[in-house]
């Protein structure tokens, strides 16, 4: 089983502790696994809580690095005289290299024939650059001082033009002053601009390209039946970190003696990121090995369960009962007499591994299930040459993310505009921009609850989908955010900001669980289409890790979108409400997208 079936009954069907020929393949490789030069047994049994912690722990990590990017980037690029369209054109870099590099590094994380593993050698590239955007950003101003930049300092050069003015009474003096007091130029930080802009890039790119190997990562470690748990947990931790990162962000640490020591408040809060980042990444990549693609291409029960080893067990009606002693002759009798239980067995195996479609399906007796080797360029193929299912997937993922990028780039200037009337633009001490300043970090506490809702939502995802099916939970959630965006922007409140902040979480909450378990469904069951009732197996080799991969990548896609046509909306409405239409249109599309998805 890879997602909750709706269905209760089938649901114990696929459970290894119901069904008996799926515990006794599962221990099978197990004590096969363990039998090896080096332990794999934990590939094939359940995890302890604290397991999928570890292996969850780098979604954390990420989220408190996002915190700290989408927080302080901003401010920092224009504190060094970046204006505000080469920031938007930065900031559209990312999403337009993560489009085309995520799925490729995806396809090559399936392919990968390392000994320490597929996921992991990518995760720790990615990784590495995470932790390089996470120094370049906060000191990419130092670090261009050093590097030959004039350098800037506002409070020096006015204090001394203005001293003139009143000791000479210059009106040059005075004029000069007065145009210190537009602010730096990006001229006197050349290599600081480029050093900042390079650690943004790094940042955002590899934190959302690392998501997907390290979903990956989780599946292929995890039982077919843990994997909805395992989603839910890494949703769990992901709103974890991004709550208590948005909290971080939001301490004054100038006034505390680590933020002395440390230099300010924004590199306090790089630092203290950086930190937990390497910690949490240290505890993912360490908690199992993975199985090199070598030695599974090599040996038939180390590889994960499909549905032609299962069919092919099934036929072996004389040796189960050695392996499984609660399993009773009777029991192993009705499961091979019984070719409706046979076919509920069909989608219960693990993922992670994509075996070539055998020739002849139905001559499975004496047949190995070993993987023809798969080219670089067929797998190319499959990122561009989708079945319809993954297309309208694909699609509905893309208008989610659409409508939640919208909310999470500009929903704190709405709060800062619409919400308390404030004033960008306006003089640094004038009422307007104090009220403005006061809606940015009234905003701020509520992203912090949209990040603590994702949690909680994530605890009872997968119960929802049990109760009342994947798809009522994927299409209300994004129902619900479309709903609330809309109240919010007709009657911009302050109670508004708080309570349907939470709509925010329960979409993020779902586009980061359903998608994927729905992916992992369709490589569970080999069905990526459904023809009069009948499962029809996909004629294409497709890895999950490449899968994964397209689905995530349209982030890439929804932020590009968004970076480019918000800007000009919001001037044509004349008000950041804009913002929140703009969600509310992307949500309900997105609903209407997931009527067409392929449930299995």
């Known amino acids: 089983m890879v997602g909750v079936a709706a269905d209760p009954s089938q649901a114990d069907q696929l459970s290894s502790d119901k069904n008996p020929m799926i515990k006794y393949m599962l221990k099978t490789r197990e004590n096969h696994a363990k039998e090896q030069d080096e332990d794999y047994s934990h590939v094939f049994r359940r995890k302890t809580r604290f397991e999928m912690f570890r292996l969850s722990a780098i979604a954390m990590a990420i989220e408190f690095a996002y915190a700290a990017e989408t927080s302080f980037v901003s401010p920092i690029l224009l504190s060094i005289g970046v204006d505000h369209k080469v920031m938007t054109m930065a900031w559209g870099l990312s999403p337009l290299i993560g489009f085309f590099v995520s799925p490729l590094l995806g396809s090559i994380s399936d392919r990968c024939k390392l000994r320490w593993g597929r996921r992991r050698p990518i995760i720790s590239i990615l990784s590495f650059g995470i932790f390089c955007g996470l120094i370049l950003v906060p000191y990419g101003k130092d670090l261009g001082v050093l590097l030959g930049d004039v350098g800037y300092n506002y409070t020096e050069v006015a204090v001394t033009n203005i001293t003139n003015f009143v000791s000479e009474g210059s009106v040059a003096a005075l004029v000069a002053a007065s145009a210190e007091a537009t602010g730096p130029s990006a001229s006197d930080y050349k290599y600081a601009v480029?050093?900042?802009?390079?650690?943004?890039?790094?940042?955002?790119?590899?934190?959302?390209?690392?998501?997907?190997?390290?979903?990956?990562?989780?599946?292929?470690?995890?039982?077919?039946?843990?994997?909805?748990?395992?989603?839910?947990?890494?949703?769990?931790?992901?709103?974890?970190?991004?709550?208590?990162?948005?909290?971080?962000?939001?301490?004054?640490?100038?006034?505390?003696?680590?933020?002395?020591?440390?230099?300010?408040?924004?590199?306090?809060?790089?630092?203290?990121?950086?930190?937990?980042?390497?910690?949490?990444?240290?505890?993912?990549?360490?908690?199992?090995?993975?199985?090199?693609?070598?030695?599974?291409?090599?040996?038939?029960?180390?590889?994960?369960?499909?549905?032609?080893?299962?069919k092919k067990e099934l036929k072996k009606n004389n040796n189960a009962v050695y392996y499984i002693q609660e399993t009773t002759q009777l029991e192993l009798k009705m499961i091979v007499d019984d070719a409706k239980r046979a076919e509920a067995l069909q989608g219960s195996y693990q993922n992670g591994y994509s075996p070539a479609l055998e020739k002849n399906t139905r001559d499975l007796e004496g047949q190995s299930v070993a993987e023809a080797p798969v080219?670089?360029?067929?797998?190319?193929?499959?990122?561009?040459?989708?079945?319809?299912?993954?297309?309208?997937?694909?699609?509905?993922?893309?208008?989610?993310?659409?409508?939640?990028?919208?909310?999470?780039?500009?929903?704190?200037?709405?709060?800062?505009?619409?919400?308390?009337?404030?004033?960008?633009?306006?003089?640094?001490?004038?009422?307007?921009?104090?009220?403005?300043?006061?809606?940015?970090?009234?905003?701020?506490?509520?992203?912090?609850?949209?990040?603590?809702?994702?949690?909680?939502?994530?605890?009872?995802?997968?119960?929802?989908?049990?109760?009342?099916?994947?798809?009522?939970?994927?299409?209300?959630?994004?129902?619900?955010?479309?709903?609330?965006?809309?109240?919010?922007?007709?009657?911009?409140?302050?109670?508004?900001?708080?309570?349907?902040?939470?709509?925010?979480?329960?979409?993020?909450?779902?586009?980061?669980?359903?998608?994927?378990?729905?992916?992992?469904?369709?490589?569970?069951?080999?069905?990526?289409?459904?023809?009069?009732?009948?499962?029809?197996?996909?004629?294409?080799?497709?890895g999950l890790g490449t899968d994964v991969a397209i689905i995530s990548s349209v982030v890439f896609i929804a932020q590009l979108i968004v970076s480019v046509s918000v800007g000009p909306l919001v001037s044509w409405m004349g008000t950041t409400c804009a913002v929140l239409y703009a969600s509310t249109v992307m949500a309900f599309l997105a609903s209407i997208a997931a009527m067409f998805v392929l449930y299995v």
């Open 194 to 310: 480029i050093l900042t802009i390079l650690g943004m890039v790094m940042l955002d790119f590899d934190a959302d390209t690392c998501q997907t190997p390290a979903r990956t990562y989780l599946l292929d470690m995890c039982v077919p039946e843990e994997q909805p748990k395992a989603m839910t947990m890494f949703a769990l931790f992901a709103g974890f970190g991004g709550t208590i990162g948005y909290a971080i962000g939001g301490v004054d640490w100038e006034m505390t003696h680590i933020g002395s020591f440390l230099g300010g408040n924004i590199p306090t809060v790089f630092g203290l990121v950086t930190i937990i980042f390497v910690i949490c990444y240290i505890i993912t990549v360490t908690t199992f090995r993975e199985i090199p693609l070598p030695l599974m291409e090599q040996d038939e029960l180390l590889r994960p369960m499909t549905d032609a080893a299962i």
């Open 375 to 542: 080219s670089l360029s067929a797998y190319l193929k499959s990122i561009f040459v989708m079945p319809y299912s993954m297309r309208m997937l694909a699609l509905t993922n893309l208008l989610c993310w659409m409508g939640h990028v919208t909310y999470c780039l500009y929903f704190t200037d709405f709060v800062g505009e619409a919400v308390f009337n404030g004033d960008p633009t306006a003089p640094p001490t004038s009422e307007a921009y104090l009220r403005y300043e006061a809606g940015v970090r009234f905003g701020c506490w509520g992203m912090s609850i949209y990040a603590f809702s994702c949690s909680i939502y994530s605890l009872s995802v997968t119960k929802l989908m049990k109760w009342f099916g994947t798809k009522a939970v994927y299409i209300s959630g994004m129902i619900y955010y479309a709903i609330g965006m809309l109240i919010l922007g007709l009657w911009p409140t302050k109670w508004g900001v708080l309570v349907f902040s939470t709509a925010a979480g329960i979409l993020y909450g779902t586009i980061f669980t359903v998608p994927f378990i729905l992916v992992a469904r369709y490589h569970a069951k080999n069905c990526f289409r459904v023809r009069n009732g009948e499962t029809l197996p996909l004629k294409q080799a497709r």
